[in-house]
């Protein structure tokens, strides 16, 4: 137990809001997912409605070396402002698709993995809703992070299958720090069934994950967010995993 809290407390986050938590790892500062955007409404296919600014502008994030895109196709996971960041920053790694669609972006399929600075990056499967769902929500990716003498993290990505979390776990071994996308999102598109985690789900998925620190974001500020980051904490009380979780404040570094 003592050697997971040493290695784990190298990582020192920021959460913008939303998907959006600046990290540093291994020397370099990584975004996932960014979002900057003021609250405000996006048509198209089913309208989005952002409620919630971010906690720190882009401005005060600073420089960022790395982000992890996991997916370019809704703007609650890259907003207008988001993509004139993405601009700045020297590495974006993402889904193929996202590739084609973004210049500078560099996009990895499934389990191919990118060396940066002695960090080795793997991509990961990830589902926005139930199976079959990608012609209507699209390719998602999450990422494995590691590098030696730091902790292993995986970024989830907009992911709903607790399967996925499996097989990942089943593939890379041990995991030190999970940034799972809860919130329950439901646009109605899949009826009842949530296309990011729920907290049911994201319980079944820290279980999963043995001992490693759950950091949820993405399960606030949304309107089609339908669970609140209080249920979720509740749920994994319940569930004898309070312990495990580490919900990081909105604008405040922290170390976990």
């Known amino acids: ?39 405000g409404d996006y048509p198209g296919p089913i309208t989005l ?10 401005a005060e994030v600073g420089a960022v070396d790395i982000v ?14 988001g993509r004139e960041f993405l601009k700045t920053v020297p590495t974006v790694l993402s889904t193929p698709g996202a590739a084609e669609r973004i210049d500078g972006v ?18 990961v499967p990830a589902l926005h809703g139930p199976e079959g769902c990608e012609p209507l929500s699209g390719i998602v990716t ?23 979390v499996g097989q990942i776990v089943e593939r890379i071994g041990r995991i030190d720090i999970a940034v799972l996308f809860v919130g329950a999102a439901n646009i109605g598109r899949f009826g009842d069934t949530d296309v990011t ?8 998925a820290a279980e999963l994950l043995g001992d490693a620190v759950i950091v949820p974001v993405h399960g606030e500020g949304w309107a089609h967010f339908s669970e609140t980051l209080e249920r979720l904490e509740r749920v ?6 309070r312990g495990q979780l580490r919900i990081p404040p909105l604008g405040t570094e922290v170390t976990v």
């Open 1 to 39: 137990m003592t050697e997971t809290i040493e290695r784990t407390n190298q990582l020192h986050a920021l959460h913008v809001g939303g998907p959006t938590l600046r990290f540093r790892y291994a020397g370099r500062t990584f975004l996932t997912d960014p979002t900057f955007d003021e609250p």
């Open 49 to 58: 409605h952002k409620l919630v600014g971010p906690a720190v502008s882009a």
């Open 68 to 81: 992890l895109l996991s997916h370019d196709e809704h703007a609650d996971n890259l907003d207008n402002s």
């Open 106 to 123: 560099q996009g990895l399929e499934n389990w191919e993995t990118v060396t940066i600075d002695g960090i080795r990056v793997t991509a």
């Open 142 to 164: 999450g990422f494995v992070l590691q590098a030696d003498g730091q902790p292993t993290v995986y970024v989830s990505g907009d992911n709903a299958s607790v399967e996925l």
């Open 197 to 204: 985690l729920n907290a049911n789900t994201a319980l079944q």
């Open 236 to 241: 994994f009380e319940y569930g004898g995993r």
